[in-house]
């Protein structure tokens, strides 16, 4: 993460400027620190954490390690907490603990807060009203170019986002583990952290910009960029999200009602041939054909006549699977969706079918 002179810097503004943007960014950050009731001491120490002054690698270097040491003295307090038999020395060892605990996380929140939701968008926000005072350049068409870019962008996200709640929703009524939306997400999302995935690369398309144009289009900028970064990461997240969903849908026309057990093709064909035998025996086994060929059509003259109806209770209900997730199924996962439905409609057939000849 870049820091706001350098940002500042990058975009066209000169030493003065850039430094004077920073310095209104760490005041805001301090200001806020402040409201939320930390300590003077507390406000310099996160500001100097967050890096939001230029940093060299040594001073960054000097952070982790303090982070570590931190976390390795954490680590030797548990252990002496653990073994002390005195409950004096493990209760000053837990309490210590709290208080590194409490350190490491207003450094580790400072980072995130600071520099993700102070530093980009207090930039951009002063990026802008710098460039509204500075003599004003020819740049309305460029500056719509970007406010379209802006739009369009906002407007496709919002598109991924609801095609994303969408499968939830749609998941809470195929996977009957799942009870809602909500935690279908949450469980989605931790396989998505779970496995690793990162989103693809990301490079930062801009709309033309003139020279001259730069400093008043700056703010625009840094927005489009985390824009554009946001887009990258819901992107990947919905496509992971389609995968295990077009998976679950397959699984969810071959399992039975308790959620876990699962057909497979001809599994019912030795209980149907005993109750051949019953029904319609002793025969041969080279009778077989013949015999089961009158049986079925009895069963259909059964079904025909409303003497017997079938039922498909025994396995999970199927539902309309959401064609947006379908769309950007694997294609080999469209192909097993074919064959799981053939697998159910062959199962059903011989529940059936056997559940009538018991009725015999």
Do not use: H
């Amino acid at each position: 993460m870049e820091t706001v002179a350098q940002v500042c810097r990058e975009q066209g503004a000169d030493e003065e400027t850039a430094t004077e943007i920073a310095d209104a960014v760490v005041q805001e950050a301090a200001c806020k620190l402040a409201a939320a009731g930390e300590t003077e001491e507390e406000i310099e120490a996160d500001l100097i954490s967050s890096a939001l002054y230029d940093l060299t690698e040594a001073e960054v270097s000097v952070l982790q390690q303090m982070e570590d040491q931190l976390i390795m003295r954490e680590s030797a307090l548990a252990e002496a907490a653990a073994n002390a038999e005195d409950p004096a020395d493990t209760e000053a060892a837990l309490e210590e603990i709290s208080t590194l605990d409490s350190f490491v996380e207003n450094i580790l929140a400072a980072q995130e807060a600071l520099i993700e939701d102070y530093e980009l968008d207090t930039a951009a926000e002063v990026l802008d009203q710098v460039a509204e005072e500075e003599p004003a350049a020819d740049c309305e068409e460029c500056q719509s170019r970007y406010v379209a870019a802006i739009e369009n962008i906002s407007s496709d996200m919002a598109e991924v986002e609801a095609t994303t709640e969408a499968m939830a929703r749609s998941l809470a009524e195929i996977d009957p583990n799942t009870e809602n939306a909500g935690e279908g997400k949450a469980l989605i999302r931790k396989m998505y952290q779970l496995k690793g995935v990162e989103p693809e690369a990301m490079v930062p398309v801009m709309p033309v910009t003139p020279d001259e144009c730069v400093p008043r289009v700056a703010g625009k900028v840094l927005q489009l960029e985390q824009l554009e970064e946001d887009m990258t990461k819901a992107l990947s997240f919905r496509d992971f999200f389609a995968e295990v969903y077009c998976m679950a849908y397959v699984n969810s026309l071959v399992t039975m009602k308790d959620g876990l057990s699962q057909i497979f093709p001809g599994g019912l064909d030795w209980q149907i041939e005993e109750e051949l035998q019953r029904v319609y025996g002793p025969f041969e086994e080279d009778q077989m054909d013949m015999i089961e060929i009158a049986a079925v059509e009895a069963y259909m003259g059964a079904l025909e006549s409303g003497d017997f109806a079938n039922d498909d209770s025994s396995l999970i209900a199927a539902v309309t699977p959401l064609e947006e997730a379908l769309v950007l199924c694997d294609q080999a996962v469209v192909e097993e969706i074919e064959g799981a439905k053939q697998d159910r409609e062959d199962y059903l057939y011989d529940f059936n079918f056997l559940r009538y000849l018991r009725t015999l």
